[in-house]
């Protein structure tokens, strides 16, 4: 069965510390993995694609990272700021139709001042 | 340009109802998803349409429908409703439907009573 996991499910930092948030996946026969960020109530909005052929992608200070082998992912946020306290999510995309990903529970972030 | 819409925003029913929630995607995208996301999880796959063609179907009974239109907008139909179908809606939109990004709407929130 393809599943994918983010841990941890809640993680609270004070503004301008580093953070890593995880996602693991099973099968490790992805076509992209794609991380999200959700605010509550809302829809969801594309941070990264990263596609099985590269390690890792960068847009401004957020980086991720993909290792196939291993069935995991890693976000790096540096310096965090409030505005982003949200919801995390990662989601692998196992048959290359940009569509029926397979999404984690995601990880809710609480940057505090 | 406008990015993927939804309507409406929000909806309340009663079990046993029908309900049609409705998408347009972006400028030019020609493949339309729709997501289940119930409170705390990560959205789950329903449909997905591409040049007014069902693509995939995930795991959900057959009281679920949708259909794409040639100016590639989509509606979903959930019949009888049950209060287990209360969650947020997503729309999400890609231009090919190959592993490209993919890029959602705010969604609809429906709550069956």
């Known amino acids: 069965k393809q599943e994918v996991t983010q841990i941890p499910a809640a993680l609270s930092v004070p503004e301008g510390e580093n953070l890593v948030l995880n996602c693991s996946f099973t099968?490790?026969?992805?076509?992209?993995l794609q991380w999200f960020r959700q605010d509550p109530g809302k829809g969801l909005t594309s941070l990264l694609l990263?596609?099985?052929?590269?390690r890792e992608q960068t847009s401004g200070r957020l980086n991720a990272s993909l290792d196939k082998s291993s069935g995991r992912s890693t976000l790096y946020i540096a310096a965090s700021q409030p505005g982003d306290s949200a919801t995390y999510l990662c989601?692998?995309?196992?048959?290359?139709?940009?569509?029926?990903?397979?999404f984690g529970t995601g990880t809710r972030l609480q940057v505090t001042l | 340009d406008a990015g993927v819409t939804q309507s409406p925003t929000h909806l309340i029913k009663t079990r046993g109802q029908h309900v049609t929630l409705r998408c347009s995607p972006i400028?030019?995208?020609?493949?339309v998803s729709w997501y289940q996301q119930v409170l705390g999880q990560g959205p789950q796959f329903i449909f997905q349409?591409?040049?007014?063609?069902?693509?995939g179907r995930g795991n959900f009974p057959d009281r679920f429908s949708a259909r794409q239109f040639p100016n590639y907008s989509s509606e979903l139909n959930v019949n009888a409703l049950l209060l287990g179908d209360s969650a947020l809606y997503l729309c999400?939109?890609?231009?090919?439907?190959?592993?490209?990004?993919?890029?959602f709407g705010s969604g609809t929130q429906l709550s069956v009573l």
């Open positions: 990263i596609q099985s052929s590269q």
């Open positions: 349409y591409y040049e007014k063609e069902e693509r």
């Open positions: 099968d490790s026969a992805i076509y992209n």
């Open positions: 989601a692998v995309d196992y048959t290359g139709t940009a569509s029926k990903l397979t």
């Open positions: 999400a939109s890609s231009l090919y439907g190959s592993s490209e990004k993919l890029f």
């Open positions: 400028s030019g995208h020609k493949s």
